[in-house]
């Protein structure tokens, strides 16, 4: 390093119009260089590789989600392999419990045509609702129940629910390593603090929520920015340890 900051002073000494023209022809060339690097706008620019940022784009896209409405996904994970069955089932009804008893409960988005939970296990709720089995039915009824109703399903609403499952799922089978729980909560009545110290409740009564032999993560766009102290703590402690690394090496090469 000091070998060649030595001999760019003895460059800049000997001819410096030299230097100074050299310098902007490769800035020049940088610059157009990186006019033809391609830009990505929006969420994949952020995490172009994260599963549960492409599902939101998905869910904004199908819901048409609003400025004033945010949407909440629970992935449920099954440490049998299998989250359609009785344990996929008590995780749905868990996490609906812990979230209606949270702030982010009395603010729920409903409209029409829309429930207020859309879940992974949504082919067995409805088959319960029109009773055609009971909630407490074992595993084998359980499946049956559920490629019944995903066979009665419009393509529509088909391609919809297979969707709350994992890739690589079986639905003939049918069987599922992991779920998605969905629902939505009006924001427009709660400043910025509050949806974060919202989400931030929601989320720690879901884990709170956990049935035995699952596994719920919390995701939402809020909840990134929930620890928002303690980020710019984290920067300030990067920014000192930056500085004085720069020092230390400017020391050293003079």
Known sequence: MKRFVRLLTAAVRRAP????IVSVVVTAALGAAGGMAGRVDGNEAFAPEAEEI???????????????????????????????GPDGLAAVAAVRRAVLGTTIGDQLSLQPGRPDFISFMLPVQRAIEEGRISADA????????????LDEFPAEDRAFAEG????????EAPSAQRGLVLFFFQTGDLEDGEIT????????????ATPDGTRLDVFSF???????????????????FAGLIIVLILLFVF
Not at 54 to 82: M, N, P
């Open 197 to 208: 110290d919202a989400l931030a409740e929601m989320a720690e009564a879901v884990q709170a």
């Open 164 to 171: 709350l499952v994992s890739a690589g799922s079986d639905l």
């Open 54 to 84: 492409t599902a939101f784009e998905d869910i904004s896209e199908l819901f048409g989600e609003s400025a004033d409405e945010s949407s909440v996904q629970v992935i449920v994970t099954s440490e049998d392999g299998d989250v359609i």
């Open 222 to 240: 809020g909840l990134l920015f929930a620890d928002e102290d303690e980020f710019q703590r984290e920067t300030q402690t990067l920014f000192m």
């Open 17 to 20: 119009w030299v230097v100074v």
């Open 138 to 149: 074992d595993e084998a009824g359980l499946k049956t129940a559920f490629r019944a109703a």
